[in-house]
């Protein structure tokens, strides 16, 4: 069975973990440009993204939005949960998931997928149950890491490359 659908974790996997916050209240992240044209990317090869994230922020609201990211989820407590609730509404099993994340909230979730990813400086209880720890930290091109190394193990390279060329 193929990966049909990439789960994303947001704090620390799109990003690096870090939330810094203005004078006035306001919350600033850094999303990667890199890890946005590989996930739309891998939505223009017919394929499905979902963000499922414990905090909840008008910013990566704004980004999933900006990378037409239609399975949003967000103040969640329980990622498993919600992504069982979603692969019932896609008629999709874990057999067609990939997830990333790098802490604890993410662990049912990563335990649950078929294929499990880590940034590279997830936490060590977290790099136990992945099946691939990658090289890249969060928010510094791990998701991107992670959907050519799929892009590479479903054998899709060749379209891939032709969505640019």
């Known amino acids: 069975m193929s990966i049909e659908l990439i789960v994303l974790d947001v704090d620390g996997t799109m990003t690096n973990s870090h939330i810094t916050y203005s004078e006035n209240g306001d919350e600033i992240k850094s999303f990667n440009v890199k890890d946005g044209l590989a996930i739309a990317s891998w939505r223009r090869l017919g394929k499905q993204v979902a963000i499922i994230t414990g905090r909840s922020s008008k910013i990566v609201a704004r980004r999933a939005e900006e990378l037409r990211i ?92 032709a969505l640019w060329d």
């Open 70 to 161: 239609e399975h949003f989820y967000q103040g969640v407590e329980n990622k498993r949960e919600v992504l069982e609730s979603l692969l019932e509404k896609l008629e999709l099993s874990m057999e067609n998931v990939a997830a990333i994340g790098d802490d604890l909230n993410d662990i049912s979730m990563l335990r649950a997928a078929k294929l499990s990813f880590v940034p590279q400086d997830a936490s060590a209880y977290v790099d136990k149950i992945a099946d691939v720890i990658l090289t890249k930290r969060g928010g510094d091109g791990a998701v991107r890491e992670m959907i050519e190394y799929l892009i590479k193990k479903e054998g899709l390279e060749k379209q891939y490359l």
